[in-house]
């Protein structure tokens, strides 16, 4: 925070320099306009410097997004590991907002699956893991498309390892029927962003 509050303050110093010398130069030159462009020309290039070298991590520039697809995932895995990819990311003090979309199936009545992502080989503590259920009884037992997503912070810049996983939920302890990308395109987004945190 405090480095990204030094460079607006940095940002801003600059235009006031700037907008100084072009009354400066109104006042004492008028005529001359090529000057005065120059001046612009200078200011455009430092707002050109913060918006996109200083890196989406500070809130400007290009976003950090990845898409990651699958056809015909076809899992019938119950536990496990079901995929897992590398996403770089740019800044430190950034989040890792994931978000799953795809078909999902518990079969097996009275029990439930439980789809998560794990970071480095970890689930999510802060805020919280990233996570859905899926509870089976006999009227909702059929593949459905869901769609969930949540944001981790905490992770170091660099690659980050992540993974899609299916096992159990908390309280249970047989395993379910579960299955994974039926028949259709399955899809995991992962877009690095500042966010903050509510009460």
């Excluded at 405090?2 to 400066?24: C, D, E, N, P």
């Excluded at 015909?72 to 890792?96: C, E, V």
């Excluded at 159990?168 to 690095?192: D, L, M, P």
């Amino acid at each position: 925070m405090k480095t990204f509050t030094t460079l607006l303050l940095v940002l801003m110093l600059a235009f006031v320099i700037s907008a100084h010398k072009v009354k400066k130069h109104h006042r004492h030159q008028h005529g001359n306009f090529g000057k005065m462009m120059d001046i612009i020309h200078t200011q455009n290039k430092i707002m050109e410097h913060f918006l996109h070298k200083g890196g989406y991590g500070f809130g400007f520039g290009q976003p950090n997004i990845r898409q990651y697809t699958w056809n015909n995932m076809n899992s019938n895995t119950n536990i496990g590991k079901l995929r897992s990819f590398q996403f770089r990311k740019k800044k430190s003090h950034t989040a890792l907002k994931l978000t799953w979309s795809g078909s999902l199936r518990s079969l097996t009545n009275g029990r439930c699956a439980r789809w998560y992502f794990t970071l480095n080989g970890r689930e999510c503590s802060s805020p919280g893991k990233v996570e859905m259920v899926v509870y089976s009884h006999p009227r909702n037992a059929g593949l459905v498309q869901h769609s969930f997503t949540g944001a981790c912070q905490g992770i170091p810049a660099g690659k980050v390892s992540i993974g899609f996983h299916v096992g159990k939920c908390a309280g249970q302890s047989s395993t379910q029927n579960a299955y994974t990308g039926w028949n259709s395109r399955s899809q995991i987004f992962v877009e690095e962003l500042i966010i903050g945190l509510g009460n």
